[in-house]
């Protein structure tokens, strides 16, 4: 018996030292120590075949074994826990220095930062923002507008009819019409907002937008357009922007005119944005007509008014140096966030 347990002792000695992992040991462990199965539990299973004498001095020694094999284990689980957990460790490390990777932030259209742009300028002189439908009928998109009956633009050809009766409005120039119709004069007011022309071409799209302003007061005059512009365009544009008003017709404004900026990229001088000429046009605008005070029941010897409509597509592709309009309405985000704040 005392050979057995030093040939034991021997060969737990030598196994555990090819243990490398706590599976290993785990299964090492079950072999020599655990309860039922292990070698040293057989061993005092023996012990009832031994004679009485040898057995207490057996038994003594095949405890001592025992010991002996438990805390050999023990100090190796000591040893393999730490090397499995530096392993870990190591495995796990996070490398500081690397670059992180970068979360994609949204950025606002160019159109609505133009928008957001020009409400803060008109924000600052008094204009209240107003949203009017999309959707409107004969006389809001056209008669109260003064618009005549066989004037080109009511031609199904150019307007989107969604019944007889109504169209998706050709302009943001009915929202003059409402604020008329619902606010007491004096106000001030910008409509921004989708317009829709059947119309397609590189620079025209099916559906863009326009912001509308409309001042309402007494004694109301072109200089008053031309003093608040001159305030706009240096803010938009920079402060040595210039403005150039042409005259021009609209049904709801009498006089009318086309206003010009100074080239923005050129300063005047002719390049390939204003076409060589030296200036841009960037908006209509005019007194208001009194037929359009009148059919909204203003009474138009007392209020007089002007008004004017801009293009926000057309100032986004100028600004932006955009030459083609569907660029903005694509959705191709490698396209669009580009435009930043
Ligand atoms: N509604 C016009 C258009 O779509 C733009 C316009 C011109 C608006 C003159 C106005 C204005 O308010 O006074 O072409």
Redesign the pocket.
Known sequence: MENRIEEIKRDIALEIEQVSDSKALYELKTKYVLNKVGIIPALMKELGKASKEDRPRLGQIINALKDWATEVFAEKEKVIEEIERKARYEKEAVDITMPSKKAEVGTLHPVTLIKNELVSIFAGMGFRVVETREIEDDFHNFTALNTPAEHPARDKQDTFYVSDDFMLR????PG?IRSLKSIEPPFKVLIPGR?YRADDDATHSPMFH?M???VIDKNITMCDLQGMLDVLVKRMFGENTQTRFRPSF?P??EP?VEVDVSCFECGGKGCKLCKGTGWIEI????I?NKKVLENCGVDSSEWTG??????LDRIAMLKNGVNNIHILYDGDVRALKQFKD
């Not at 050709?170 to 120039?173: L, V």
């Open positions: 050709t302009h943001t120039s003059q317009v326009q509308e302003g409309l609209f709801f404004t009318s908006l209509g605008g005019g208001v002007f008004a004017f409509g801009l293009g």
